[in-house]
């Protein structure tokens, strides 16, 4: 397993950028092969839209990156955080405890907030506004919720007082396992089910994009399910029943101009429905 940490400790940036292209050709064929819904959209003018907004949060975590290597330097010299608490433990599952909880706080915990800060919400409302959920769906973030989510990644890593070869595994992760359960893939049922006990599934995840709430403020997780079931969030939908977007913001110059989704987060608030 030492192979990890060397590894991590010294990724090149060309290797991350190969994980993060890789990952969205990979899953941009498999959808293309067993597509969940057959979508009338341009696809290339689609995903443009979406690796803008990937661009965004690449350049936001570039020039912040300094404040997570400060953090995770600090808190491993000086031995803070629940590592430092821990009995001693086997690497696999001292690494499963670490990814774990970096993917509650800097993933769970961040995503269930922007839904209940008005604030926050406004500039993850972004994220929803795309009504043909498909993998490069995955980093569709205003690049005001990037700094949100950034900081919100360097709260995890002192409270766990994670290394930084560790931050980047789950990051790599994180990137690979959002773009996989945005995918419009159609996996047969009880393999969706299987994993879905396990790791964030397509079609568990397609529920958090149903356009309407109490489904929108639900399966909040990114990696692991185990929170949403923890933490009574986790929600399902028939496929045939979801209706992807927000219902505040279903326009098509609304969803689809990157002007508009740039101010979105300073225009009036719109209050979104809930079904009994």
């Known amino acids: 397993m030492e192979f990890l940490i060397d590894y991590f400790s010294s990724i090149p940036s060309s290797h991350r950028s190969a994980i ?46 300094f404040i997570l290597l400060l953090a995770a330097d600090w808190a491993v010299g000086n031995e803070f955080g629940l590592f430092f ?5 086997p690497f696999w599952l001292y690494l499963l405890f670490g990814l774990m909880i970096m993917d509650l706080i800097s993933a769970w915990f961040a995503h269930w907030i922007q839904h ?23 980093n569709r973030h205003h690049p005001g919720e990037s700094v949100i989510r950034f900081f919100f990644t ?27 359960n945005h995918a419009n893939i159609s996996l047969p049922l009880w393999l969706d089910r299987a994993i879905s006990w396990f790791i964030i599934s397509p079609d568990m995840h ?20 185990i929170w949403d079931r923890l933490f009574g969030t986790f929600m399902t939908l028939d496929r045939d029943k979801l209706i992807y977007g927000v219902d505040t913001h279903m326009k098509e110059e ?9 101010k ?9 429905t809930r079904l009994e």
Request: aromatic content about 16%; charged content about 15%; hydrophobic content about 50%.
């Open 20 to 65: 993060l292209v890789g990952g969205l050709a990979f899953f941009w064929m498999i959808e293309s092969a067993i597509p969940l819904f057959r979508f009338r959209y341009e696809k290339w003018k689609h995903a443009a839209l979406n690796i803008f907004f990937t661009l965004t949060t690449v350049l936001v975590n570039l020039s912040l990156a």
């Open 254 to 262: 609304e969803h689809s101009d990157v002007v508009n989704l740039l």
């Open 264 to 272: 979105i987060p300073f225009q009036e608030y719109r209050k979104p």
């Open 206 to 225: 397609k529920v958090h994009h149903h356009y309407v709430l109490p489904y929108t403020d639900s399966n909040y997780g990114n990696i692991f399910s």
């Open 116 to 138: 209940r800060v008005r604030w926050m919400w406004k500039f993850h409302l972004i994220h929803h506004t795309d009504t043909h959920i498909d993998t490069t769906s995955a």
């Open 85 to 89: 608490l821990m009995p001693e433990m």
């Open 154 to 180: 360097v709260l995890a890593v002192l409270v766990l007082g994670a290394p930084m070869w560790m931050v980047l595994l789950y990051q790599s992760l994180s990137v690979v396992l959002s773009q996989f």
